[in-house]
């Protein structure tokens, strides 16, 4: 935030200067417009570093300021000034930016998003994410379907056959049936026997195939919390660099008439002017861009977070609250338990060795078992007469039979072998990206948490650096009120305080990425 401060001309005296400024500050109340945000800042700064700050979204409010574009002087003495002064009247309407409409049934106050919220409601409308949870959704499925491959299989079958008769036999025109009608009604049961099915290999793969899903999953969600951290703290620290940009362009404006009352006075140059005039321009395009980022990262964090574009929601400002940072022997032990990826490629490696197994199981022989209980006669009848043999008169119907059969490969030409060699070569390729997966993982995970160390030492650094400008700035203004220091060191005062505020913003929001950056390795903490 840099305030548009002026003096008089460098080759004017000192006692001069002090004497402009004592009857500067006696005019104006002892400066306290100036005074009013290096003043409060010391005070408040441990709870906000913007304890003045007024956000104002879309159009302007009352006691806000609305920015308004200052021609500067081309040439001519106060006189001149002193017409474009009376001639500018009302400050020129702010740019209004286009916003989405609000939803007809929103009738209430705007909602209250915390961060907590913004991940539930995330988590409902993020479509990658719910693409991982239904893969996951599926591969319990289809490990369920792999469980009951393995146990019998019960069915009802009913049949009826016709058979042309020849009217000479009483099996009719075809000899493999027992007459022109026969009806079958069985309760039929199959079950295969191999050493694949006894040993579980693929309902093993199923498992481990459900188990992949799921940490994929669990990595879909981490990498949608730092998504959506990143962006709601992303709004968070635009608004406060929105309400800095409003503060910035009311001392801007405020300079502004101090520097064209003291021209108009004959105590400031016309070049003390031209340089509130400049630095007013400036503040109006910096107060613009704020609000012009604020609304991007709006866009951003409701597109997350609303099944429709909703901008009719606040995000609570929670960033001065402490985050602690475990230590890093818990940090190792949490991701050795908890970390998605290297939980991925172990189940991967499980996967391919229960493929392995199976393609060896495939040399052993296979057994099919199919038992049948029911009737097939020539009547739907507990007792009914053979047709074949009518003069042994009525028979039971109901019975059983049994089929089994025994396969065993002998000769496929290298299939079998070649597919065990393929399954062999995927267990190697397993094996290699797990220990890809476990350096990869502890190499990022000293990473993130160094960069986490880096990012908390800094939120402390920069934020005793805030103090340290806000109190220069009070002194300087002192000093500037009792005619000792140039404007320009003023201005530069207060331009060091606002980078020093929007450095103290950054760094909060710094560490918040790295603490979400680091849970992707060890979970929630």
Known sequence: MTAAVTASSIGESSSGARGRGAKLFAALGCGVGLLSMCTAAPAAHAQNLAPTRTIVVGSV????????????????????????????????????????????????????????????????????????????????????????????????????????????????????????????????????????????????????????????????????????TKTYYALVVAQRKYATAQQALEQSRRFLQIAQQLERAGQAAHSDVIKAQIQDQQQEAAYSDANLAMEDTRLDLAVLLFPTLDENFTAVDDLDQPQPLPMIGEVQNMASRMNPDIGVALQTLRSATQEVTASKTAFLPAISFDPVWGLEANCLALNCVYTAIPEAGATPTLGYF????????????????????????????????????????????????????????????????????????????????AGESPALELVDAQTTLIAARNAYDDAEVRYRTALATLQTFTGSF
């Open 61 to 228: 409010q009352p006691g806000t300021v609305a920015p308004t574009a200052v021609a500067p002087a081309r040439a001519g003495g106060p006189a001149q000034v002193a017409r474009q002064d009376d001639s500018q009247g009302a400050p020129e309407p702010a740019i209004q930016l286009v916003y989405p409409p609000k939803p007809p049934e929103q009738t209430g106050p705007p909602l209250t998003v915390t961060l907590a919220d913004a991940l539930q409601r995330a988590q409902k409308y993020n479509a990658e994410y719910l693409s991982a949870i239904t893969d996951q959704k599926s591969a319990l499925e289809d490990r369920l379907q792999a469980r009951n491959a393995r146990l019998p299989q019960v069915g009802i079958r009913s049949e009826y056959l016709g058979t042309q008769g020849n009217g000479k036999t009483a099996n009719g025109r075809f000899v493999t049936e027992d007459g022109v009608h026969v009806y079958r009604e069985w309760v039929t049961l199959h079950q295969d026997i191999s050493a694949n099915s006894i040993m579980g290999t693929d309902y093993k793969r199923a498992q481990a195939a459900e188990a992949i899903a799921a940490a994929k999953a669990e990595i879909a969600r981490r990498g949608l919390t730092v998504t959506v």
């Open 402 to 481: 049994i089929s089994a059969s025994l396969t065993m490969p002998v000769w496929d030409w290298g299939t079998l072998r070649s597919k065990l060699r393929q399954a062999e070569f995927k267990q190697e390729q397993a094996q290699v990206e797990l220990s890809a997966a476990q350096r990869h993982v502890l190499g990022e995970l000293y990473a993130a948490y160094n960069e986490a160390l880096v990012a908390r030492d800094q939120v402390e650094k920069l934020r005793q650096a805030a103090d340290l400008a806000a109190e220069s700035l009070r002194l300087v203004t002192l000093r500037y009120q």
